[in-house]
């Protein structure tokens, strides 16, 4: 059998929820393909897998977007996002390769970052089973196809309809996250039982570990430097040890002296920082935010764009961390990311969390909650026995 996993822009956020799927399919001794925009080239192979690139917009058509998100209305800035960039720009960038790479190597199954639509319009096509594969929340999943549609339809009359009644896979658990996709399927992943040891970078210090980070795309927005250093800001006054990371699109040294408990790396594997880690401060990206949370880890939730804003609120909701935004009384009620004034509530809020033991308590509660789905293993099996009983 053949699995190709399909990815659009985004960065890491929207390739690892794909990687449990191909590594299950490995398992089985299936054949599997990420296809891609070429900047994906390194993620996915410091991954492991093969990779076939597509074609991707150019960054005079991505910046202006980009620049955009944080700032707008929210409904604009889905609009913008979904429509424009990723069923707009990105699919149509994508769609010869794709078309191209799903008839010659002709795979069984295709699992979609649900911002990559080329695949799901060639799928359609070609008659090939699909699912789409949660980046974010179900319900801004939803909201982004429905911000989409304009666009789709213009691919296939019927496309929308197509994309709601695939399979939709998510890790995330259904307290924090009711779906309105009538087939969908929650899973879990092999958790490793301990990533490889962090470096001593804090000279023997015993102080907790705080993992601060904001994803792989903050790098690329002119804002970036500044929400850095809001935050070192904020952990500056903290007894506690910072692992921040900056991403590969981010030059460090534009933030000078760092604050002694301090390190800075462009990229550290999660599964070796969460072992170690006793809170997490991130943006809310959905990779970050419930990678945590499957640990086990409490959180401040600082968002920044697209579903952030959601993820924040339902985790903040649910008692397993804190989200801190923009103050109201400079961002007039409109959706903003932090500034240098945010500091001081921003390392309130992780004290708070890092001296307050229920916090922890209700992560480790989602936990066991995203630890009782079933095994990857078994959903793609699901997935792949209809196939199976119909080759010949």
């Keep these: 059998m053949r699995v190709l996993a399909a990815c659009s822009l985004g960065g890491a956020g929207h390739l690892l929820p794909l990687l449990p799927l191909l590594a299950a399919a490995e398992r089985r001794g299936d054949e599997t393909l990420v296809i891609g925009p070429p900047a994906l080239a390194d993620l996915v192979g410091r991954a492991g897998r093969p990779f076939r690139a597509g074609g991707e917009p150019s960054e005079e058509q991505v910046s202006p977007i980009r620049e955009q998100l944080p700032v707008v209305a929210a409904e604009q800035a889905s609009v913008l996002a979904n429509r424009e960039l990723f069923a707009r720009l990105a699919a149509t960038a994508m769609l010869p390769e794709m078309e191209r790479t799903c008839r010659r190597w002709r795979p069984d199954l295709i699992v979609r970052d649900p911002c990559e639509y080329s695949s799901a319009v060639v799928a359609g096509l070609l008659g090939r089973r699909s699912a789409q594969v949660a980046v974010s929340l179900a319900e801004a999943e939803a909201g982004s196809i429905n911000a989409a549609a304009p666009a789709l339809e213009e691919y296939r009359k019927g496309l929308v309809d197509e994309l ?4 939709y896979l998510t890790r995330f658990p259904t307290s924090l996250d009711p779906s309105p996709f009538p087939r969908t399927v929650r899973f879990r992943t092999p958790r490793p039982t301990r990533g490889r040891p962090l ?4 000279d023997g210090s015993s102080e907790p570990l ?4 904001f994803g792989t795309v903050l790098g690329h927005l002119s804002s970036a430097e500044d929400i850095y250093r809001t935050a070192l800001r904020a952990v500056s006054t903290v007894e506690a040890r910072v692992l921040l990371t900056v991403g590969r699109h981010f030059d460090a040294s534009a ?3 760092l604050p002694s408990r301090v390190h800075v790396e462009a990229w550290v594997d999660q599964d070796d920082v969460f072992p170690e880690a006793d809170l997490v401060v991130c943006h809310g990206g959905s990779g970050t935010a419930f990678g945590a949370l ?5 959180l401040v939730v600082v968002p920044v764009f697209a579903d952030q804003w959601q993820n924040a609120r339902r985790i903040a909701g649910a008692g397993a961390g804190v989200a801190i935004e923009a103050d109201p009384a400079r961002s007039g009620g409109k959706r903003q990311i932090i500034a240098a004034d945010d500091a001081p509530r921003l390392a309130e809020a992780i004290v708070a969390v890092l001296g307050e033991v229920g916090y922890r308590r209700q992560a480790e509660r989602i936990a ?4 009782a789905t079933p095994t990857v293993d078994d959903v793609l099996a699901d997935l792949l026995e209809g196939v199976e009983q119909s080759s010949p």
Excluded: K, T
Aim: aromatic share 16%.
């Design 294 to 298: 499957e640990s086990g880890l409490p």
């Design 164 to 167: 709601f009644a695939a399979p």
């Design 199 to 202: 470096p001593d970078w804090w």
């Design 368 to 371: 066991a909650e995203m630890a």
């Design 210 to 213: 705080i993992y601060l980070s």
């Design 255 to 257: 933030l000078g002296q």
